[in-house]
């Protein structure tokens, strides 16, 4: 089973992780390089020692004529009070050897450490012995004695013997001390981004609850608390976008109530014709009367799936293929169709289009729905509508107007909001559609006066498709 772990705890373990590691990677360099250039210092200061001594305290021939049973004489008294001398702050020991490891003089007593007994504690140092015959002088590495202080050995040769040294290395207390704060260091470090990748962490994982909480709302259906969050950053424009989206589904969720409330109003009025219009027709004796009375009811019948019809565009999703289209054809069609379907011999539309191919992007059953639509919106007002077409600054313009009472200037942006209507019939949902459709295709919808244009004493409907950088050619 997989634990979950929050933005905030993931956040927090990760900053302290990284700082952590970043001061032990940069405290542990910090280390090996001081470590390293007082190793070296050491070193130096051990051969000099060695060395000096050894050119100038020491006589080869005087220290090779000692055999072993010389212990008690004068002379390896005097060579011992020598090597006592060297004992300073600089040197703890120090020891007269052959290269074979066997002793010549030590600071020990004899019956510890006689004329050619083995130096056992520089066994390890061999290589450095040798090294130091052939060279001149060598160091050992550091080691440690049982109360835990560094120690160097160094070696210098001089007349066939070895000069042996044993040195505090005092230098490396600093080191320790350094080391000691380096770890302190991190561990402080540690703390630290541990309470700064808290802060961060809430200044972030807090205002991203909230949104979550906010997401959650919506998507239970709470859409009347608005989304806020006052930061000018990321999460504050993802906040903007949350609440552009519940004012959204708010606006949808208003439009939907709104159409299922049309929906029953206006389906129960054909409805309710037809029931009187069934009931008379099967009533009336007289065969012209049922034949009128059934008219009636095909005439109900086909308000109503007009209505239908108006409510499942609107719904219908809007993604639309888009193409080079002479929009002269389907705007014929949405003519002759709305003629059909007109007002009888009183409705009269007159068509003004160019000789020309009027080529635009678009859809052209979108193309024929939007005449359609603003066709029969002007037959609801007048018996006159004039269709006209023509290239406008690089867009294609199809206008209809009517000789109606016109739209006035304070309502020319409502009309085409869904269900806003001033007739009688109708659920107000035409315009809504021709300007959702004109959106689909990139193009636009505006209201003016007919007597702008000189076709008309009311409304004029305008469509703009957008127009083509290289329209093909006429065949």
């Given at each position: 089973?997989?634990?979950?772990?929050?933005?905030?705890?993931?956040?927090?373990?990760l900053?302290?992780?990284?700082?952590?590691?970043?001061?032990?990677?940069?405290?542990?360099?910090?280390?090996?390089?001081?470590?390293?250039?007082?190793?070296?210092?050491?070193?130096?200061?051990?051969?000099?020692?060695?060395?000096?001594?050894?050119?100038?305290?020491?006589?080869?021939?005087?220290?090779?004529?000692?055999?072993?049973?010389?212990?008690?004489?004068?002379?390896?008294?005097?060579?011992?009070?020598?090597?006592?001398?060297?004992?300073?702050?600089?040197?703890?020991?120090?020891?007269?050897?052959?290269?074979?490891?066997?002793?010549?003089?030590?600071?020990e007593?004899?019956?510890?450490?006689?004329?050619?007994?083995?130096?056992?504690?520089?066994?390890?140092?061999?290589?450095?012995?040798?090294?130091?015959?052939?060279?001149?002088?060598?160091?050992?590495?550091?080691?440690?004695d049982?109360?835990?202080?560094?120690?160097?050995?160094?070696?210098?040769?001089?007349?066939?013997?070895?000069?042996?040294?044993?040195?505090?290395?005092?230098?490396?207390?600093?080191?320790?001390?350094?080391?000691?704060?380096?770890?302190?260091?991190?561990?402080?470090?540690?703390?630290?981004?541990?309470?700064?990748?808290?802060?961060?962490?809430?200044?972030?994982?807090?205002?991203?609850?909230?949104?979550?909480?906010?997401?959650?709302r919506?998507?239970?259906?709470?859409?009347?608390?608005?989304?806020?969050?006052?930061?000018?950053?990321?999460?504050?424009?993802?906040?903007?976008?949350?609440?552009?989206?519940?004012?959204?589904?708010?606006?949808?969720?208003?439009q939907?109530?709104?159409?299922?409330?049309?929906?029953?109003?206006?389906?129960?009025?054909?409805?309710?014709?037809l029931?009187?219009?069934?009931?008379?027709?099967?009533?009336a004796?007289?065969?012209?009367e049922?034949?009128?009375?059934?008219?009636?009811?095909?005439?109900?019948?086909?308000?109503?799936?007009?209505?239908?019809?108006?409510f499942?565009?609107?719904?219908?999703?809007?993604?639309?293929?888009m193409?080079a289209?002479?929009?002269?054809?389907?705007?014929?069609?949405?003519?002759?169709?709305?003629?059909?379907?007109?007002?009888?011999?009183?409705?009269?539309?007159?068509?003004?289009?160019?000789?020309?191919?009027?080529?635009?992007?678009?859809?052209?059953?979108?193309?024929?729905?939007?005449?359609?639509?603003?066709?029969?919106?002007?037959?609801?007002?007048?018996?006159?509508?004039?269709?006209?077409?023509?290239?406008?600054?690089?867009?294609?313009?199809?206008?209809?107007?009517?000789?109606?009472?016109?739209?006035?200037?304070?309502?020319?942006?409502?009309?085409?909001?869904?269900?806003?209507?001033?007739k009688?019939?109708?659920?107000?949902?035409?315009?809504?559609?021709?300007?959702?459709?004109?959106?689909?295709?990139?193009?636009?919808?505006?209201?003016?006066?007919?007597?702008?244009?000189?076709?008309?004493?009311?409304?004029?409907?305008?469509?703009?498709?957008?127009?083509?950088?290289?329209?093909?050619?006429e065949?």
């Amino acid at each position: 089973m997989l634990t979950r772990v929050s933005i905030r705890g993931r956040f927090v373990v990760l900053l302290a992780a990284f700082s952590f590691l970043l001061a032990v990677l940069f405290g542990y360099m910090a280390w090996r390089v001081a470590g390293t250039a007082l190793e070296s210092e050491l070193e130096q200061r051990l051969v000099q020692v060695v060395g000096a001594v050894a050119k100038t305290n020491m006589e080869p021939d005087f220290y090779a004529s000692f055999q072993p049973g010389d212990e008690d004489t004068d002379s390896y008294g005097a060579a011992q009070a020598k090597l006592d001398s060297l004992a300073t702050h600089y040197v703890a020991d120090a020891w007269i050897l052959r290269p074979d490891g066997r002793s010549v003089v030590a600071r020990e007593s004899p019956d510890e450490l006689p004329i050619g007994g083995p130096l056992r504690f520089l066994a390890p140092y061999t290589s450095e012995i040798r090294l130091a015959q052939r060279d001149g002088s060598s160091t050992s590495p550091i080691w440690y004695d049982n109360a835990g202080a560094p120690y160097k050995y160094g070696f210098a040769s001089f007349g066939g013997l070895i000069l042996a040294v044993q040195m505090p290395a005092d230098l490396y207390e600093p080191l320790g001390r350094l080391q000691r704060a380096l770890i302190f260091g991190s561990l402080f470090a540690l703390g630290l981004s541990f309470l700064l990748g808290t802060f961060l962490a809430a200044n972030i994982a807090y205002p991203l609850e909230r949104l979550v909480r906010a997401a959650g709302r919506i998507q239970r259906g709470y859409l009347d608390r608005p989304v806020r969050l006052d930061r000018d950053d990321e999460l504050g424009r993802l906040a903007e976008a949350m609440e552009r989206m519940r004012k959204g589904v708010l606006e949808r969720d208003e439009q939907l109530r709104l159409m299922l409330a049309q929906v029953a109003h206006e389906i129960r009025n054909p409805l309710g014709g037809l029931e009187l219009f069934a009931t008379a027709a099967i009533d009336a004796e007289d065969r012209t009367e049922r034949k009128r009375l059934i008219d009636r009811v095909r005439g109900e019948v086909g308000a109503l799936n007009r209505i239908i019809n108006d409510f499942l565009a609107f719904a219908r999703p809007t993604a639309v293929e888009m193409a080079a289209v002479d929009v002269r054809m389907p705007t014929r069609e949405a003519v002759e169709l709305a003629t059909a379907q007109g007002r009888g011999h009183d409705a009269r539309v007159e068509l003004l289009l160019p000789r020309e191919p009027l080529v635009a992007r678009a859809n052209p059953e979108q193309v024929k729905r939007v005449v359609l639509n603003l066709v029969q919106n002007a037959f609801s007002v007048s018996d006159r509508v004039v269709v006209r077409g023509l290239p406008v600054g690089g867009e294609t313009l199809i206008a209809v107007a009517d000789d109606g009472p016109g739209v006035p200037a304070d309502q020319r942006e409502r009309i085409f909001e869904p269900f806003v209507t001033d007739k009688e019939k109708g659920a107000g949902l035409g315009l809504a559609i021709v300007k959702r459709d004109m959106e689909a295709m990139d193009g636009r919808v505006e209201v003016g006066d007919a007597q702008e244009s000189g076709v008309g004493t009311g409304a004029e409907f305008r469509v703009y498709f957008p127009g083509l950088e290289d329209p093909p050619r006429e065949e």
